[in-house]
Structures are given as C-alpha cells and as structure tokens.
T-cell receptor, first 109, second 116 residues
Framework: LAKTTQPISMDSYEGQEVNITCSHNNIATNDYITWYQQFPSQGPRFIIQGYKTKVTNEVASLFIPADRKSSTLSLPRVSLSDTAVYYCLVGDGAYKYIFGTGTRLKVLA | GAVVSQHPSWVICKSGTSVKIECRSLDFQATTMFWYRQFPKQSLMLMATSNEGSKATYEQGVEKDKFLINHASLTLSTLTVTSAHPEDSSFYIC????????????FGPGTRLTVT
C-alpha cells in the first residue's frame, strides 16, 4: 500500500488559490490518486480523482506529474466554507485505503 | 451519485451493552464495505474490510470478537460493538465500493458513539 505524506496544516485567506501537495513515492501502476474533504463530525466527501496529468472538475484541479510520485490539489478562490481536512489517498479503490494525517486547511477572512 | 447511509447518526449507550451500526449503499451494490474509526482531531483508522457473504478481515490490533461485522447483502453491512466501554466512544465511518465502475469508495456520514 502506498504511503502518503502531506503537510499537517495550512492557512489561507479568502479568495486565494490553495495548493496542497501530497507525496506518494511508492505508488503502484494500478493506483489512482483520490482526494477527499472532511468536515468535523462528517464522513469524507469525494473531491477529485486522477491517474496522470491534470484533472479538473467544478470544485478543484488535480495535477499529477509524469512520475506520479506526487500530486497537487488546487482549490481556486477558497472561501471560509472550505475550512476542512483534506486527505490524499492512493489506491485502486478495490482494496483498503490507509488514511494519512491529512492537511488541516484553515481559511481566514 | 452513489450514496451511503449510516444508522443511527449518533447513539449513547451504557457501559457493558452492545450497539449495532448499519451501513447501507442506497443506489448501488457494494461487494466490499470498509469500517473506520476516528477519534477527535485524528485521522480515520481502518478497522476492517467487509466482503458480502464472507468473514470480515480485521486490521492488526482490532478485536474481532468486540467489533462484530456482518455483510449479509450487497447493500448492507453492520458493525456491532459488543460490551461497549467508554474508550470505545468514537466516530465510526463506513465506506462502500461499487460492484462495477470507477475505482472509488463512497463514505457514509458517520455514527457518533458515546459510551457512558
């Protein structure tokens, strides 16, 4: 199982773009990279998933370099409601996910 | 999108009693469900992997006789905390993987267990 490493916490201001990088050096060929968001006392919520290059949806972008040993979640123009913990997970979904520490993002007014 | 529900959303029980938590996939079939536990300010910790029709696989350090898991159908898995103690108080979250489709797990909203 690929281990992930993320910054423990980040602060940002409203309206700024936030980039959270995740390191996953031993990612396997079949593994996808998935990011989840979690608010207190709620289950994780799917944000975005990718395999390589760049993926964009209505809430975020995911950048994955060619070697796939890291990935960056980009949140454009964050608001106070984006304050949450963000988890980077690596796996093929068919098997268990091991959650790392996650990144606690705090958006300031 | 795929929805996973949990019931109850919160429960308070007395020490020594047992409590059952249900995890349902509402609009898809799930061959595999996962159970996690999360303590305040900590990450999710995988407890066990539940496969429909077979015994659950428990992570190291998780007592299988204390945390009974049953996955009787493709839409329902249950976690029973037996002889609960205050240290079992935690946030329990399940996730489910679709029978077919993209490699993604869908998480339930969680169940807050408080043992008094």
């Amino acid at each position: 199982l690929a281990k992930t490493t993320q910054p423990i916490s980040m602060d940002s201001y409203e309206g700024q773009e936030v980039n959270i990088t995740c390191s996953h050096n031993n990612i396997a060929t079949n593994d996808y990279i998935t990011w989840y968001q979690q608010f207190p006392s709620q289950g994780p919520r799917f944000i975005i998933q990718g395999y390589k290059t760049k993926v964009t949806n209505e809430v975020a972008s995911l950048f994955i370099p060619a070697d796939r040993k890291s990935s960056t979640l980009s949140l454009p123009r964050v608001s106070l409601s984006d304050t949450a913990v963000y988890y980077c997970l690596v796996g093929d979904g068919a098997y268990k996910y091991i959650f790392g520490t996650g990144t606690r993002l705090k958006v300031l007014a | 999108g795929a929805v996973v529900s949990q019931h109850p959303s919160w429960v308070i029980c007395k020490s020594g009693t047992s409590v059952k938590i249900e995890c349902r996939s509402l609009d898809f079939q799930a061959t595999t469900m996962f159970w996690y536990r999360q303590f305040p300010k900590q990450s999710l910790m995988l407890m066990a992997t539940s496969n429909e029709g077979s015994k659950a696989t428990y992570e190291q350090g998780v007592e299988k006789d204390k945390f009974l898991i049953n996955h009787a159908s493709l839409t329902l898995s249950t976690l029973t905390v037996t002889s609960a103690h205050p240290e079992d108080s935690s946030f329990y979250i399940c996730s489910a993987r679709e029978l077919a489709g993209a490699y993604e797990q869908y998480f339930g909203p969680g169940t807050r267990l408080t043992v008094t």
